[in-house]
């Protein structure tokens, strides 16, 4: 897959691709709906995105709310089949093109698309004042075709990000999964951390939250994909998922132990899929209270990730 950030530049194998635009945040199934309209035998299968999130642009001081960072998006999208990802800069010269001017200057003579396709509730343009049937207009007078997808659901609630994010926050991710198509993942480098759980019997592979939607904090069974190296593969495992109240965090984060795994994940980058919500975060009364509660969090998680 190749990651163009130059809206004037498309390689010359990509030129015609058909497009779906959108944030694209979580990669749930409604966004594969309106991917899968974008499929034309012969045509480059392309999508057309921002980074930063609009949202981060207009109101970069609002809590965190991204499902996916951009690594994790691109994983996610070239395993659908993309193959190019416009991942348009968001700044204020961009949000300051009108609707017309984004239809010609990015889409038609920029990234030299023949297709699109949107939601129906996609907006675009400075203020957002242009909308799907505005881009259909604009599209039969500058050369490629529209399609507008309508918004699907999953039972009586329109799949969506905001619906997705509701469903973590509750600490059920196998409801997030049923509208997702996935487990919800996390992905990112293995930081270093504090070497607490090496020391209890139980390392850990520590990974940022920053800029991402906090689910329930808690203790996850979790599938665990290292993303690269020798080592790479799925495993199972157990995460701690928050502020670990026993050592008085004040950033969350993902500590995430591998079961049968003995190898070094320091500065790889791994994809932690969100299976089960095991357990809220508590404080023990000492360190052996709470190793015995780690046997009982591996245990139940072993269950649990036995049944896939």
């Known amino acids: 897959m190749r990651i163009v950030r130059d809206p004037q530049y498309t390689p010359k194998a990509l030129t015609g691709a058909s497009a779906a635009i959108g944030n694209f945040d979580g990669v749930h199934l ?25 949202r ?37 010269s961009l949000a300051a093109l009108s609707p017309e001017a984004f239809a010609r200057e990015v889409l038609a003579e920029g990234l030299k698309l023949s297709h699109v396709v949107v939601g129906a509730d996609f907006c675009f343009g400075k203020g957002r ?102 080592e790479a593969g799925t495993y199972r495992g157990v995460a701690n998922l928050g502020f670990r109240p026993m050592f008085e965090r004040t950033a969350p984060n993902l500590e995430t132990h591998l079961f049968d795994y003995s190898g070094d994940l320091y500065g790889q980058h791994l994809s932690v899929g969100l299976v089960a919500h095991l357990r809220d975060e508590a404080k023990f009364d000492g360190i052996e209270a709470l190793i015995a509660q780690m046997h009982e969090d591996s245990a139940a998680a072993r269950h649990i990730l036995a049944t896939l």
Request: net charge negative.
């Open 30 to 54: 409604g966004h594969q709906h309106v991917l899968d309209l974008a499929r034309r035998g012969g045509t480059p299968l392309g999508v057309v995105t921002f980074e930063p999130h609009p």
């Open 56 to 92: 981060e642009f207009f109101a970069p001081t609002a809590p965190p709310f991204r499902l996916m960072n951009a690594e994790a998006r691109a994983h996610r999208l070239e395993k659908l089949g993309v193959e190019m990802l416009a991942e348009l800069p968001f700044d204020a």
């Open 129 to 230: 004042a242009g909308k799907a049937e505005d881009l259909r207009e604009f599209g039969a007078a500058m050369g490629f075709d529209v399609t507008i997808a309508e918004l699907l659901t999953g039972g009586v609630t329109p799949v969506s990000s905001t619906a997705i994010r509701t469903a973590l926050a509750a600490g059920d991710p196998a409801a997030a999964a049923r509208m997702l198509g996935h487990w919800h993942r996390i992905e990112g480098p293995v930081l270093h951390g504090e070497k607490r759980g090496r020391a209890l019997g139980y390392p850990t592979a520590n990974m940022s939250m920053e800029g991402l939607h906090l689910p329930k904090p808690g203790v996850y069974a979790v599938l665990v994909d290292i993303l690269e190296g020798p």
